[in-house]
Every structure is written in structure tokens, then in C-alpha cells.
């Protein structure tokens, strides 16, 4: 597993410390490593602690929102625009691409480069920048495992190993990482800002070269978006890679409005984002909880929690959401946000059932085992049996339905805002899109429908691969227990 | 437990379990924000809500109220439209408009078993060749689409196909076109068969033809769940240790692979189409509205979006006794192939 020399040092550690020195004291008794991994982290979060504490900030006052009477909201704004005066290393203001041509060369660009390669540029950094960090966080696990772990071996070691030789579930991994980064880093990744482009766009002017006057002009990138629509005549069409007639570059084309499609497609992967991991933190939460009781006591809480999962199956899953989206239209729930609040709390209410049949097994079977009945006879008390007995069990499995389902999630939130129901415009919502560029599927302006579709379609893959691997990491003799998995996985309803 | 015994207590849960969807239903649709007699007849006319109010019997006490659309549903009181269709049964709606979603159904389900189940059977009997990677991995994909987005895709590809097909499906055989709902007259008529066969299997095929792309599209998730989970079950019977036994003992390739390997495969296949009625309800919206089939879900989706709450309830409730019943079918299926029930 290390090399030898490794080995006899970490043995002799072992021998030479008691049995339970704390981490903190093996970190003491050996500060290289972990100092070293330590700076590389504080290095990693420097160059970006603009762009973290401006998400810090946003997060914080879209909950403020929540809250009646919208407290701090000043305070927290003022800290937000504070935070972005930080200068970052992947940000807009550090690598423009929004410049424009004055006859003879690109102006305000990074580096006096086209604004595609600007663009682009920013991309492939703020994706490397990703993996650094992956690879940085997996060193800090080898290091940790070499020289501070005390046992040489624990279960983890092989699900890890296994994980190593799954080229399916690394896939996975990779798409879900690729996703998380588009969602996580939309400001950076996309050419134009959602303000200027997608929410605000007479509110912002910019320049430009005419070739009419040929000089350079000025125009508001609403004006300007009239002007760069795609509505499927070879006229007014602007493709994916290609420059509208304003010096914009636009990777996936524009919208039937003009808007770019890239920025839209980065700002709704938040949205699904974030619908799909909250109503997974509340789904399985509830299933985590429930599995606990259920498996703990039997009996009647069994029958009851059968019962109550039973008849939330037995509802139509897709129609319900549709019914709820219409009733609470028009509530806080669903204006906040484009009504996300809304979608989190109704998947959350009709994907638990899944969640905790998927659970319900393997936490009945580590209810059974022998060291639970001598935690019991010990005189724990039973939530303590839950937490520390028993969840580490089943958490592991929770992650691979949690997995298979999000997919699902994505899909039916697209399939609603699809209908016209779902998330509310302005904010941008990949359904949506599909639903505008419909009429031009089979037209210049196929990239409208076909860019979102093809990208939910490798999401949803990618999440269903991860879950995969981590379904044969963790068990390699499951590869039978399918069915539960393709039932959540499918869970979307129909989408 | 005897599997019988077993059978009968699921079914028996199948009671309380409906009682319980449909309260849920009550809950949402007269404790919402919406008061359903002001979206009938809209805000500015109190006159009106009131008289709504009294019709719709919303004046009573909440418990009244419940007990009232607890009895209404389940004696198939379903009342009847109030903004679509004003004054019509909802019993005849709902026998006008589900016969085309059954249809879908019927062919959707068909389509991804046929389809489905040889692919991952083959799959599962060459494993790791060059055929399994290409099926297992058009399985996954094609469940990873979403049906709304297929359904525009088909849609679009079918519009143009004389172009990218090098045919026109719209006079393929029979001229249909291509949202359209399939007009399914002919089947009250049967004998139509024996006196006017050509003109009669004519209309058949129209009628197919016309649910046949939403059909694909509304069974593709189910298609990939199939040939998956069919090709793990075809795997792991097929290295048990009774087919090493049979095939030691002499008995012959082919006979092991239809008697042994096949017949314990469809075993986890059970839940994986009797869960299609999940699919098909959940789909059937987005389908019917992007193929223009006017079925249940399409109804559904019309009375919710003119928020004709009264319909909406009723036709939840058959929706609600449809799953019931799958789920019956499905206990039934496993009680009477699967040996191993009830001794968990």
C-alpha cells in the first residue's frame, strides 16, 4: 500500500504513541506535511476569497429575503459590494473578454486578445483551477493516511480502491465536478453578467465598433440584444462560436431575445443546483431519520411510516407538483427566487418515500447486528445508538439514492418550467429555453432546444454514473439490487 | 408467513394507503391559498363566489366538507366540471378523454418490453462485447433524457423527415399527421374487422401511428430501466450455481438459457414495468401536450391550468386508484413467481 520505509516509520509511531493521541498531537509530533498542505490550501482559497466571501454574502441575503421585514439587508449588501472590490484571480475585472474592435485591434480585452480567446482562457482556467484543488484535497488524504492515521487499515481503504479502478463512476465524478463549477463559478465562466445581460440590460451600456459608421459607438446591451436574436432565419440567427454584430461573443449562440444562451444555461444550473441539494439534504434527512426510528423500534412506528411513504407514492408524483405550483402561485414561496422554495418543499415531501425504502434494508440490518443489542445492554441511550451505531451504516448507501435521485429532480424541475409552471421568468431555468426554441428545433437556431437538452441529459448521466460507483465502491456484491436504484432513478416522474 | 396471507395483508395496507393519498389531495385542494369558487368565477363577482360557495358546499364545517369528498370519491360520486366543460359529469369527461391515454399506455409499455427486455437479455448473455457497451450504453442515455425535450426532438426530426429520413412519415402508409390525437372510433365497431376489413385495419394503423412517436418517447426511461436491470439478472443467474449444476449435469445450452436463466431473470423485471404506471401517469402531461394527444393528462393539465379544482380532484382519484391497483398487480405477480415471498 506504501512504501517500506513509510511503513516501518508509521509502525514505529504507533508503538511509540499510546493508543489515543489525538489528531492534534500526531499533527504536533510531525508538523511537515500537514503544515505544507495547510498553505497550499490558504494559497488555493487567496487568490479566490473575493469570489467566496461575495457567494457568502449572496447566500446570506437571499435568506435575509426570506425573512419578514428583511433584516441587515443594507449591512450585508454593503459587505457584498465590499467583498467584490477583492481582486480575484478568476473573475472578469482579472481576464475581460468584453472589449471591443476599434478598427484595428481588440481594446480592453485581456491582453488585446479576441474576446473569444479571453473567454475561453477564463474557462480552461477556472476548470484548472478545480482540479488543482481535487487533486490538492486528495494529496492532503494520502498524506494523512501515510502519516497521521494510526491504523494502517480500515473498510473506507478499499471502497476508496475500488472507486480507483471504476472508470464508469469516475465519469461521473468528472460531470458532477464540471456541473458543480458551471453552477458555482457562472459569474466567471460566462461571457456576459446575468445583471447586465439576462435581469437588467437597458441598465448597461457598452461599446462598439459599426461597420456601418466604422467607428466605434456606444448601445445598451438591451438594444443591442434586439439586434442578435435567434429566431431560425439564416438572417437572424447568431450560432454557437460565433460573434453577433456587436463584438459579442456568444459559445452557445443567443436566446429568441438575444440573450446569450451560455449565461443563461450557467445561472440555471444554480437554480437546479440548488433545488436539486436542498431537496436532497431535506429528503434524506427525513428518510435518515426515519430509517433510525423505524429500524430501532419496529413495530407500530414501522407500520405507520409504511404507511404515510405508501400513500405519498400512491400520489402521482408529476401531476401533484403541477397542482401544488398553481395552488401556491402567487405566495412568498413562490415568488421568492423564481419559486424554488416552492419546488424544494414539494419534491422534498414526495422524494423521502423513496429515500427511506431505499434505506429502510440495510438500517434494519445493522439494527439486527450484535454490537447494537451490547450498546443496548450498556445502557446507551438509544438516540446515541442511532448517531453513533448505526448512521455511519447507512449514510453511505443514502448517498447512492440521493445520487440517482437528483437526476430525477433536475429533470422534473426542467419538465415543469418546460409546461410554463415551475420557475418564473426572469430567472433563467434551462426548461424554459427548451420550451422557446421548440418551434426552432429544425431550423439555423436548432442550438436553442438542443444545447440544454443535450447538456441535462450528460448531468442526469453523470449523476446516475457517480452513483453507480459509489453503489459498487461501497458493496461490490450488489450489482443485483438495481431495482430500487432504477425506481428512484426514474423517480423524476415521467419528466 | 404464508405467501398468501402476505398477499392479503399488502392488499389490505392498500386501503388505508388510498384513504390517506386522497386526504392529501383534500388537504391541497381546499386548504390552499386558492379558494376554488373564486377561481371558478373569478374575484370580481362576491355574487358569484357565493353562490359557487354554496354549490361546491364550501360553506359547511371543514370535517363536513371532508366527509362529503371522502364519499362523493369513493362511491365514484365524481361530481362534475365547473370552467371547461361547465355542467358535465366528470365520469363522462373522463370517459371520453382516457380511452386515447390507455392507448398511449398500451403502446408505450409495449414498446419498452419489446424492445427493452431483448436488448438487455442479449447484453447480459454477451457480456463485455462490443454489442453489450453499445446497448448498455444507449440504455443509459436514452433513460437520462427528459420525455419533454425526446418529445420536441421526435417532433422536430418528424416534421423534416422527407429531408433527414429520406421518407415522409406523415404519408407513411397511412396519412396521419403528426400531433395529432388518434381517433380511436373504430373500436366501437369491432365487427368492422369481418365486414369492412381494409378500411377498419386502415384506421388501426392510423390510430397507431399517431401515438406511436409519444408512445417511444413516454416508455424510453422505462426502456433503459429494463435492459439494465435485465441484463444484471441475466448476469448473475446465468453464474449461479444451479446453472453450473445444469450445465455439468449435460443439459443443453439452449435449454438452459430459455428454462433456467430467462424465467428467474423477468423475476426483478416485475417491478420495473408494473412501476411503468408511474411513468406513464407522470408523463402523460408532458406528452400529451407536446403531441397534442388530448387523454387524461392532457385534461388534467387543462382543468388545473383553468383551475377547475373540482375536476382536478376527481381525476387525481382515478389516477390515485390506478397506482393503488398497479401496486396490487405487482404483489400479485411477485405472491405467484417468486417463491421467496413473505419468508423475508
Do not use: C
Amino acid at each position: 500500500m506504501s512504501t517500506s520505509s513509510n511503513d516501518v516509520e508509521s509502525i514505529g509511531n504507533e508503538i511509540e504513541d499510546a493508543e489515543d493521541v489525538p489528531l492534534t498531537g500526531r499533527i504536533a509530533a510531525r508538523p511537515r506535511p500537514a503544515t505544507v498542505w495547510l498553505v497550499g490550501v490558504l494559497l488555493l482559497v487567496a487568490v479566490e476569497f473575493g469570489a467566496l466571501l461575495g457567494l457568502i454574502f449572496e447566500l446570506l441575503l437571499t435568506i435575509a429575503g426570506l425573512l419578514p421585514g428583511d433584516p441587515a439587508a443594507g449591512l450585508l449588501a454593503g459587505a457584498a459590494s465590499v467583498a467584490a472590490e477583492i481582486p480575484t484571480l478568476l473573475s472578469r475585472e482579472t481576464i475581460p473578454n468584453g472589449g471591443y474592435f476599434d478598427g484595428g485591434a481588440w481594446v480592453n480585452t485581456f491582453l488585446g486578445l479576441e474576446p473569444m480567446y479571453a473567454w475561453a482562457l477564463r474557462v480552461v482556467l477556472v476548470y484548472a483551477y478545480t482540479f488543482v484543488w481535487l487533486a490538492w484535497l486528495w494529496r492532503g488524504y494520502q498524506w494523512f493516511r501515510t502519516h497521521y492515521r494510526q491504523v494502517d487499515w480500515t473498510p473506507r481503504d478499499d471502497m476508496v480502491g475500488r472507486l480507483q479502478g471504476h472508470r464508469w463512476g469516475q465519469f461521473g465524478l468528472i460531470v458532477v465536478v464540471g456541473f458543480l463549477v458551471f453552477a458555482l463559478f457562472a459569474p466567471a465562466v460566462s461571457p456576459v453578467t446575468a445583471q447586465d445581460n439576462i435581469y437588467n440590460p437597458y441598465g448597461n451600456q457598452f461599446q462598439y465598433y459599426s461597420e456601418t459608421t466604422d467607428s466605434v459607438a456606444q448601445t445598451s446591451a438591451g438594444v443591442a440584444n434586439l439586434q442578435s436574436t435567434s429566431k431560425g432565419i439564416p438572417g437572424q440567427n447568431v450560432g454557437p462560436l460565433s460573434y453577433d454584430d456587436f463584438g459579442r461573443f456568444h459559445p452557445f449562440g443567443t436566446l429568441t431575445t438575444g440573450k446569450d444562451l451560455f449565461t443563461y444555461m450557467a445561472y440555471g444550473a444554480r437554480i437546479s443546483l440548488l433545488i436539486g441539494l436542498s431537496t436532497m439534504l431535506g429528503a434524506g434527512g427525513i428518510a435518515l431519520v426515519l430509517a433510525m426510528v423505524t429500524a430501532y423500534y419496529k413495530g407500530l412506528a414501522d407500520l405507520a411510516t409504511v404507511l404515510a411513504s405508501d400513500s405519498v407514492q400512491s400520489l402521482p408524483f408529476l401531476l401533484m407538483a403541477i397542482l401544488a405550483t398553481v395552488i401556491f402561485r402567487g405566495t412568498w414561496l413562490d415568488s421568492t427566487y423564481g419559486g424554488a422554495p416552492l419546488l424544494i418543499v414539494v419534491f422534498t415531501f414526495f422524494y423521502w418515500p423513496f429515500l427511506w425504502r431505499a434505506v429502510r434494508g440495510p438500517a434494519f440490518q445493522i439494527a439486527e447486528q450484535e454490537w447494537i443489542d451490547a450498546a443496548k445492554s450498556y445502557g446507551q441511550k438509544p438516540s446515541v445508538i442511532m448517531r453513533k451505531h448505526m448512521i455511519p451504516y447507512v449514510v453511505s448507501y443514502m448517498l447512492i439514492y440521493a445520487s440517482l435521485s437528483l437526476g430525477g429532480v433536475i429533470i422534473a424541475v426542467a419538465a415543469l418550467s418546460f409546461l410554463g409552471l415551475g420557475i418564473s421568468p426572469p430567472t433563467p431555468e434551462w426548461g424554459r429555453i427548451i420550451a422557446a426554441g421548440q418551434p426552432y428545433v429544425a431550423s439555423p437556431s436548432w442550438h436553442i432546444s438542443l444545447i440544454p437538452g443535450i447538456m441535462i441529459t450528460l448531468v442526469v448521466t453523470g449523476f446516475n454514473a457517480f452513483g453507480d460507483g459509489i453503489r459498487d465502491a461501497i458493496d461490490p456484491q450488489s450489482g443485483g439490487s438495481e431495482d430500487g436504484a432504477a425506481a428512484a432513478a426514474a423517480g423524476g416522474g415521467g419528466g | 408467513m404464508s405467501r398468501w396471507r402476505y398477499f392479503l395483508k399488502r392488499v389490505l395496507l392498500m386501503v388505508p394507503v388510498t384513504i390517506t393519498g386522497m386526504t392529501i389531495v383534500f388537504v391541497v385542494i381546499r386548504l390552499g391559498p386558492i379558494d376554488p369558487a373564486a377561481a371558478i368565477v373569478g374575484m370580481n363577482n362576491p355574487e358569484g363566489i357565493a353562490r359557487i360557495r354554496e354549490q361546491l358546499g364550501l360553506t359547511q364545517p371543514l370535517w363536513q366538507q371532508y366527509i362529503e369528498f371522502m364519499v362523493d370519491l369513493l362511491t365514484f360520486d365524481l361530481g362534475q366540471s365547473w370552467v371547461i366543460a361547465r355542467g358535465t359529469p366528470a365520469y363522462d369527461l373522463i370517459l371520453i378523454y382516457a380511452p386515447r391515454t390507455i392507448w398511449l399506455g398500451v403502446w408505450s409499455v409495449l414498446i419498452a418490453v419489446v424492445v427493452g427486455i431483448p436488448l438487455g437479455f442479449y447484453a447480459g448473455l454477451n457480456p463485455n462485447t462490443g454489442g453489450d457497451y453499445f446497448a448498455s450504453f444507449g440504455g443509459i442515455v436514452w433513460r437520462a433524457m427528459p420525455n419533454f425535450w425526446l418529445a420536441i426532438i421526435l417532433v422536430a426530426v418528424l416534421s423534416q423527415s422527407q429531408e433527414l429520413l429520406g421518407f415522409s412519415w406523415e404519408s407513411w402508409i397511412v396519412e396521419t399527421d403528426i400531433v395529432t390525437p388518434p381517433d380511436l372510433a373504430f373500436f366501437t365497431e369491432p365487427m368492422g374487422l369481418l365486414t369492412n376489413t381494409s378500411a377498419w385495419t386502415n384506421e388501426l394503423i392510423a390510430a397507431l401511428k399517431a401515438v406511436a412517436p409519444a408512445a417511444l418517447v413516454l416508455g424510453s426511461a422505462s426502456m433503459g430501466n429494463e435492459m439494465r436491470i435485465g441484463r444484471t439478472a441475466v448476469l448473475e443467474t446465468i453464474n449461479s450455481n444451479y446453472v453450473e449444476t445444469a450445465r455439468a449435469k449435460g443439459v443443453p445450452e439452449r435449454a438452459i438459457v430459455w428454462k433456467h436463466v430467462f424465467r428467474n431473470a423477468l423475476i426483478p423485471l416485475v417491478p420495473i414495468i408494473t412501476g411503468e404506471a408511474f411513468l406513464l401517469i407522470g408523463g402523460s402531461v408532458v406528452v400529451e401536450v407536446v403531441f397534442a394527444i388530448n387523454g387524461l393528462g392532457y385534461l388534467f393539465y387543462t382543468a388545473i391550468q383553468n383551475a377547475d379544482l373540482p375536476l382536478v380532484g376527481s381525476i387525481t382519484f382515478i389516477f390515485i386508484l390506478v397506482l393503488v391497483a398497479t401496486n396490487i398487480l405487482q404483489d400479485f405477480l411477485y405472491t405467484l413467481i417468486d417463491p421467496r415471498i413473505g419468508y423475508e
